[in-house]
């Protein structure tokens, strides 16, 4: 299953604030600077993005929208093509 626009659209927003966030508060606990701490916040916020991105597309697959129904098969085509359905 494809993800939805939603998850991509707001699971990107997530993904770049909380990087943000992060490098904020790891700055603020005097972390240096260095290539572990650039994949741990790669890693917190990739959890976080995916993390959120589920939760949109969980909560959009339960929204209350009907079902539609198509009818299949060759009757339905041939009435569609404008011919006669009834043979």
Known sequence: MMPSLWNL???TVVFFFAA???HRYLDDQGIPKGPTR?????????????????????TEEKS???????PTGVTQLLKDAGGQGNP
Do not use: E, K, R
């Open 64 to 70: 209350p929208m009907p079902d539609v129904v198509t």
């Open 20 to 22: 943000w966030y992060i």
């Open 38 to 58: 650039g994949i741990l916040v790669l890693v917190i916020a990739s959890l976080l993005s995916w993390g959120v991105g589920y939760f949109v597309d969980t």
């Open 9 to 11: 659209v707001i699971s």
